[in-house]
């Protein structure tokens, strides 16, 4: 009976030390577990590079994956071995360089032109050990953002506003089809002139600095081929170079007249709300300006995109109000809401394609 017990007690130790080891291979420790020197960093304009040490004992490390500005790359398995065996590693995610060289972690984070604080993460793994670095780098608050950049003009008198958030710089020169001018009243040294706030033309382009926007339009007459320009910015620590060129003239649109002709061109809607279609005797026009109650709703001339897009896929639907505005081919799809307010209405849409310029008026009858 003494050694029934006994075998008893010994098998259930042995079982014991068995499941023990088979929970440790099953589930290994998860967790922040592989030792570095810095889990964290912080990049500013001082401070661009950071190297960061992996615990020399530990063997088999890899890096797995690469988050930067909430983009996540994941390491291939050849970068993930040439890491484990030494060999060395170094790849750009967006803006942060790293580079691996033995059991050093070597960080190299590009300039922040951006107005935006960027951040970053990076997973290692050991053989079920994990860690993560994380860090974020400040913005560069010298650094002059302008957008859009690059633009496009096109005809005499299309304007571009580019913003660029604060009023700190200055224009220091302009280039027009490869002539550089320097604006009136600017020092020798290039430095901040009294009076920053220009309206000046050089060659065909006016240039005109308002608080924080850089307003360029087209002074001069319209020509056939592109042409190149750019306009350089400084805040006295940093420039910024706008670029942008002047579309030539396209061909094959305009027959002699100077209006589009619209059909209907005047519309009186009733006021139960009613839908009407307006044909055009022309293709690829835009809008300039869409008014509806004696209030100004769209300047086509400063949205480049909807210009684009109304050029090249003719779509377009957009409801200002009581009115819904649908471009339907070359011609417009103009419907009406019910008129509830007992109020009559008014509406003025101006198109146009370069050449022509065509007008849709209109009014919606009270109830």
């Known amino acids: 009976m003494k050694k029934q017990v006994f075998l008893y007690l010994t098998c259930l130790a042995l079982l014991a030390t068995a499941c ?20 964290t960093v912080a990049f500013d ?31 291939s398995e050849a970068d993930k071995e040439a890491i484990r065996s030494g060999e060395g590693f170094e790849k750009t995610f967006d803006w942060l360089t790293v580079a691996v060289d033995g059991n050093a972690i070597a960080l190299d984070a590009a300039k922040n032109e951006t107005q935006e604080e960027r951040t970053f993460s990076i997973d290692l793994e050991a053989d079920g050990w994990v860690a993560r670095i994380t860090g974020s780098q400040t913005t560069d608050k010298s650094a002059i953002v302008a957008t859009p950049n690059p633009v496009e003009l096109s005809f005499k008198g299309d304007t571009a506003a580019v913003e660029t958030g604060n009023d700190t710089w200055w ?17 020798d040294d290039g430095s901040r002139p009294q009076d ?43 420039t910024c170079t706008v670029e942008g060129k002047r579309l030539g003239w396209p061909t094959g649109y305009y027959d002699g007249e100077s209006t589009i002709k619209t059909t209907p061109g005047s519309i009186v809607f009733d006021s139960q709300g009613e839908t009407v279609f307006v044909e ?21 001339l400063a949205l480049q995109e909807d210009k684009d897009k109304l050029t090249n896929e003719r779509q377009y639907k957009r409801t200002f109000d009581w009115l819904t505005v649908e471009v339907v081919s070359n011609g417009l799809k103009l419907t009406a809401a019910p008129n509830t307010d007992g109020y009559g209405h008014t509406f003025e849409i101006e198109i146009f394609n370069y050449y022509q310029t065509g007008y849709i008026k209109g009014m919606q009858r009270a109830q």
């Open 20 to 39: 023990g080891e088979s929970e440790d291979r099953i589930a290994p420790p998860i967790g922040n577990n592989i030792e570095l020197s810095d889990e």
């Open 196 to 238: 920053r706030a220009i309206d000046q033309s050089f060659d065909w382009l006016n240039v005109k600095v308002d608080g924080s926007t850089l307003v360029l339009s087209v002074a001069g007459e319209n020509h056939d081929d592109d042409l190149a320009f750019d306009v350089t910015l400084s805040n006295g620590t940093s």
């Open 280 to 300: 055009t005797d022309c293709q690829n026009w835009w809008f300039t300006n869409i008014t509806v109650d004696d209030e100004s709703r769209y300047l086509g």
């Open 45 to 75: 304009e001082s401070n661009q590079t950071r190297t960061i040490y992996v615990d020399e004992d530990l063997k088999d490390w890899c890096i797995t994956a690469v988050t930067t500005d909430g983009n996540t790359t994941s390491l």
């Open 171 to 187: 224009v220091t020169q302009v280039t027009v089809e490869g002539q550089t001018f320097v604006p009136d009243g600017l020092p």
